[in-house]
Nanobody
Framework: QVQVVESGGGLVQTGGSLRLSCVVS?????????IGWYRQAPGKQRELVAG???????SYLDVVKGRFTISRDNDKNTVYLEISTLKPEDTAVYYC???????????????WGQGTQVTVSS
């Protein structure tokens, strides 16, 4: 059974940085799968912020380009989301999704983690 666990969130000041981690267990095919990071702010719909293909191709939501970097370590079954120059509007619960589809960008599967809270103070 696949399990997805995010970590690394916290309270940071505007302009700060964070690195979120997503560890996937219960699978031997991590390196062959696509992965996405989403976020959901209070009162808003969940949105895709970054995706990474099995070959390392990445895609980003326009508003986070240049500040967010997604990467993967297949030996550790882990995907990272590095966030720099944080803004108050980045405040959200960040979720990792494993094993979705890739068609120029990422589409989610049913494999979600529990999320990690990122709060940016102004």
């Amino acid at each position: 059974q696949v399990q997805v666990v995010e970590s690394g969130g916290g309270l940071v000041q505007t302009g700060g940085s964070l690195r979120l981690s997503c560890v996937v267990s219960g699978t031997t095919s991590f390196r062959f799968n696509y992965i996405g990071w989403y976020r959901q702010a209070p009162g808003k719909q969940r949105e895709l912020v970054a995706g990474i293909s099995r070959t390392g191709t990445t895609s980003y939501l326009d508003v986070v380009k240049g500040r967010f970097t997604i990467s993967r370590d297949n030996d550790k079954n882990t995907v990272y989301l590095e966030i720099s120059t944080l803004k108050p509007e980045d405040t959200a619960v960040y979720y990792c999704n494993y094993g979705g589809r890739w068609n120029g960008g990422y589409s989610s599967s049913a494999n979600w983690g529990q999320g990690t809270q990122v709060t940016v103070s102004s």
